[in-house]
């Protein structure tokens, strides 16, 4: 659905890599907008003082430092979505149900806040818009 193009952007020869890994992706005949949304991501700048990717849509990280990861699984995240047509939805869910089971079958559940007072949970997931509609029938509540 992506392609993260990570690069070593202190390797003397990073620009000649990023021809060569373009080229490589060029011949393996990909679908353009696989090549099009390419996320890329300029890392070891903790290495140079006050980096600044000088590429459009470059992502500047360290990953020894964390610095930019979370911006970066942001963009990975968005454009994940936009590619699969999911969205991301908190749902309110009767633990005593079977909500809870039919969404870890049908979709991906990220977080569970569990309200034990009330044996209720908020359930945030990645869901398709096809079946976010057959949840939605299936529990109308």
Do not use: C
Request: no cysteine; charged share 25%; aromatic share 4%.
């Amino acid at each position: 659905d992506l392609i993260v193009h990570v690069r070593d952007i202190t390797h003397p020869e990073t620009i000649l890599q990023k021809a060569t890994v373009l080229s490589v992706l060029r011949n393996l005949n990909l679908p353009s907008h696989l090549l099009d949304s390419m996320v890329e991501v300029h890392n070891k700048v903790d290495l140079i003082e006050r980096y600044k990717p000088t590429e459009e849509n470059a992502l500047a990280v360290s990953a020894l430092h964390g610095h930019g990861l979370e911006e970066l699984k942001q963009e990975i995240e968005k454009k994940i979505l936009t590619t699969t047509g999911k969205k991301i939805v908190t749902v309110n869910i009767n633990l005593e149900g079977p909500q809870l089971s039919w969404l870890y079958k049908e979709a991906t559940v990220q977080e569970v806040e569990v309200m034990p007072e009330d044996g209720t949970a908020k359930v945030k997931v990645i869901i398709g818009s096809s079946a976010f509609g057959r949840y939605k029938n299936l529990f109308p509540n």
